[in-house]
């Protein structure tokens, strides 16, 4: 753990699966929450109603990320390649603009997501980026390229950030906190395969592990063959993952 001192957070992408687990994890830890999310969305949010403060709004919007990051000490963002008009590098240099200096920002996406080009992908894995990709651009719904462009301008920048890298994703109870390599095509993550629950549970943990600042750790869950295989569930050799 860090030394960092966390009391109000920011979750851009609240309503989604990921950014509910996200909220509850950071309510258990007694964290005062601002979600942000389409206001059509703000229903799937009832859960929490009377614990959190809503902003609703398009998260690439910086007027509203403006208000809703105002006085967070950490913001945590679900970047979503939807549409074709730059969402995910929107709401990325949304918060970059806007969140307090020193904040913590911690940012999700996928595997694809490389920081140095020293990732290894299976055939698999780069074929099926390669369909998503083109099938994405043809139905005017995903836009997967604005997804590197938001965390290359988050790697440029100055700012306290991590880049979580999500494996492929289930649903079911807590195994932990995953194991995470900082690349893709170490055994440790062979086996792609992570709860979401846990996911949003490295994110929040991520808020104060000043081992992750600056770091884009790529995930996967710990109790997955892979991770007891090379880790005996422990975490990352020599990277504890907390």
């Excluded at 918060?95 to 920081?115: E, K, M, N, Q």
């Excluded at 390229?145 to 649903?171: K, N, P």
């Amino acid at each position: 753990m860090g030394g960092d001192r966390v009391e109000k957070v920011c979750i851009i992408g609240a309503s989604g699966k990921l950014g509910q687990y996200m909220v509850g994890h950071a309510l258990e830890r007694g964290y005062e929450v601002v979600g942000v999310c389409r206001e059509r969305s703000v229903p799937k949010l009832a859960a929490f109603e009377g614990r959190i403060t809503v902003v609703p709004g398009a998260t690439n919007d910086p007027e509203v990320i403006r208000r809703a990051v105002a006085g967070c000490d950490g913001v945590l963002t679900v970047l979503m390649p939807w549409g074709v008009r730059q969402y995910a590098s929107g709401t990325a240099q949304a918060v970059l603009d806007h969140a307090r200096p020193g904040a913590r920002l911690v940012f999700s996406c996928g595997w694809h997501i490389t920081r140095d080009g020293r990732d290894r992908y299976s055939r698999r894995f780069s074929l099926g980026l390669r369909i998503a990709t083109v099938l994405g651009r043809l139905v005017r719904a995903v836009e997967i390229d604005d997804q590197v462009e938001a965390c290359r301008r988050v790697f440029a920048s100055g700012t306290r950030w991590t880049v979580v890298r999500g494996s492929d994703l289930e649903e079911g109870a807590s195994q932990g906190l995953p194991v995470w390599s900082q690349h893709v095509g170490d055994p440790v993550l062979a086996s792609n395969l992570t709860r979401r629950i846990d996911f949003a549970l490295f994110m929040v943990e991520a808020l104060t592990t000043d081992a992750l600042v600056q770091e884009a750790p790529a995930i996967v869950g710990r109790l997955t063959p892979s991770a007891l295989a090379h880790t005996g569930g422990i975490g990352h050799p020599g990277k504890p993952p907390a």
